[in-house]
C-alpha cells in the first residue's frame, strides 16, 4: 500500500486517551517516513484482549506494528523525533516505537519515551521495538517504564540484534549512557542540534538539524 510508503510530518501534540489504538502497518510493514518533529502523542493504548490460552489477539503492538522495507523502491522506514507519552502497549511482540523491526535500513533516531508500560513475551518484548533482526537506534531517551523482557543486558531497549548509538535511559532524574557502538562518550554532546536539555521537562526541538 501507498501510505505505507508515504512521508509524514506530525505538526502538533496528539492526544489518544480516548482510543483503542491500532498500530500503523500492522499487516505490513511501514516502510515510510515519519517525523514526529518533538510533538508528543499521548496516552496510546493498544488492545489487551487474550485468547483462551492467555496469547495477546493483536500480534504487533506500537506506534507501528512493524518496521521494514519495500524491495521493489528500496525504501526503508525512518522513524525520526517522535516523544511517546503515558502509554500503554500489548502484543506478541510489542514495543511503543514499533512490534517488529526485520532489516538493517530500518533507523529510529532522536526519539523519546516517558512513562511506558510494555506487556508481552517476555522474548519480543521491549521499550523501542519488540523483536529486531537488525536497524539501528540512535541518539534516544528513556524514561521511567516498566516492561515485561527478558533482555535486561539491552536496558529494555529491543530484543533481538540492532545497532544502539548515543542514547540513554533514565534512572530517577540521572541520565545513563547506554549505546553498542559508535557513540561519543560526552554526555554534555548527547543529541548535539536536536533536543535540548533540560530534560524531561523542558524539550526543544529544532527542525532540520
Request: charged share 15%.
Amino acid at each position: 500500500s501507498s501510505t505505507l510508503l508515504g512521508k509524514y510530518i506530525q505538526t502538533a501534540d496528539i492526544d489518544l486517551s480516548d482510543y483503542t489504538w491500532l498500530p500503523i502497518g500492522s499487516e505490513n510493514a511501514f516502510c515510510g517516513e515519519y517525523l514526529g518533529q518533538g510533538h508528543k502523542i499521548t496516552g496510546l493504548e493498544t488492545c489487551d484482549a487474550v485468547d483462551a490460552d492467555d496469547v495477546y489477539l493483536q500480534t504487533y503492538g506500537g506506534l507501528f506494528g512493524k518496521l521494514g522495507k519495500n524491495s521493489t523502491i528500496g525504501a526503508s522506514a525512518n522513524i525520526v523525533g517522535v516523544f511517546i507519552t503515558d502509554c500503554l502497549v500489548y502484543g506478541q511482540y510489542s514495543g511503543a516505537i514499533a512490534g517488529l523491526s526485520d532489516v538493517d535500513s530500518v533507523n529510529i533516531e532522536a526519539c523519546i519515551l516517558e512513562n511506558i508500560e510494555i506487556y508481552g513475551n517476555t522474548n519480543t518484548t521491549a521499550s523501542f521495538v519488540g523483536s529486531s533482526s537488525d536497524g539501528q537506534i540512535k541518539d534516544c531517551l528513556l524514561i521511567s517504564s516498566n516492561i515485561s523482557t527478558a533482555n535486561t543486558t539491552t536496558r529494555g531497549f529491543y530484543t533481538g540484534t540492532m545497532t544502539v548509538n548515543s542514547s540513554y535511559y533514565m534512572n530517577g532524574t540521572t541520565p545513563t549512557q547506554y549505546y553498542t557502538s559508535g557513540a561519543s562518550s560526552d554526555y554534555s554532546n548527547w543529541i548535539t542540534g536536536v533536543f535540548k536539555y533540560p530534560l524531561p521537562k523542558a524539550l526543544i526541538w529544532y527542525p532540520g538539524a
